[in-house]
């Protein structure tokens, strides 16, 4: 993809991500400091957001290649939060506007679907704060949690195209897992 057609701050923050240069895994302390400082533009950002109804769960790809770094908006509304899932990729996530509960796990999965899930990592967090994840230590799961603040409005950086790989989704609270073939984007939110 050409990231040419993109929007001045999208262009300039691919242009960046670029020049981390190439590896499976890029420094992602400078990833997340790069990723933060896009999400401080909250200019660029509010006719995006004003687009996404803060009622209902949404999202609005920003950067979309056939492979490599991608970008997503994602909010999710008043006490949501996604199931708990692996990437098989890296990740970054940095709320633009809200506060985002971002909850990393120590997953051990059982053959009969059971699974032992430990918190590992939570957090909360707002604008300038993000959460950077490398696979094996990939399984999280975030959203809203009430009482905390508004609703978030979060960007999300995924180092691939997710869907083709053979992905995992767990249910803490039930403490099992299930396996996501490739393509399948699992269960949004809980
Ligand atoms: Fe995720």
Redesign the pocket.
Known sequence: MSTAALPGPLRYFAAQLDELGPGDVPDMDRVGRLLAGLAADTEFFAPLIAAIPAEAPGDRWLIRPERGPRLVLVHRPEGVMGYT?S?RCW?GIAPVRGVETHQRWHADRHQDGRADLRLADERTLHRGDVATLIPPRDV?NHGHVPGTGPSPYSL?LLGDDMLLFDREEYDPDRGTWRALPPGDPGRANR
């Open positions: 899932h990437h990740v999280h999300i």
